[in-house]
């Protein structure tokens, strides 16, 4: 079992920045970001590899959000710049394989409780 706590979000306007953290009980794991509005699918916002040398991003966020990892303290980050109404979602912290499929949510099997983010214009 692995266990992921995500902290991070909160209320902020158009343009803002927040940086999402991510800290996971245990090491070894590729490491996602997916979001869900409300009264909408859950989409892939970015991923990184474990060692850090493979990251992918979501068209609608390249250029404004940047993943990275911290792994001596199993943490990972998502840096969010520019944000825009759209942005505004849970946003879920998951774990998995390093695969084809690691932007799907169905490659992860832990996921974190979420943490929200609201962006105001």
């Known amino acids: 079992q692995v266990q992921l706590v995500e902290s991070g979000g909160g209320l902020v306007q158009t343009g803002d920045s927040l940086r999402l953290s991510c800290v996971a009980s245990s090491s070894g794991y590729a490491m996602a970001w997916f979001r869900q509005a409300p009264q909408k699918a859950r989409e892939f916002v970015a991923a990184?590899?474990?060692?850090?040398?493979?990251?992918a991003y979501a068209d609608s966020v390249k250029g404004r959000f940047t993943i990275s990892r911290a792994n001596a303290k199993n943490t990972v980050y998502l840096q969010m710049n520019n944000l825009k109404s759209d942005d505004t979602a849970d946003y879920y912290c998951a774990a998995g394989p390093y695969s084809d499929a690691w932007t799907t949510p169905g490659n992860y099997g832990y996921w974190g409780q979420g943490t929200q983010v609201t962006v105001s214009s």
């Open positions: 990184i590899s474990w060692g850090g040398g493979s990251t």
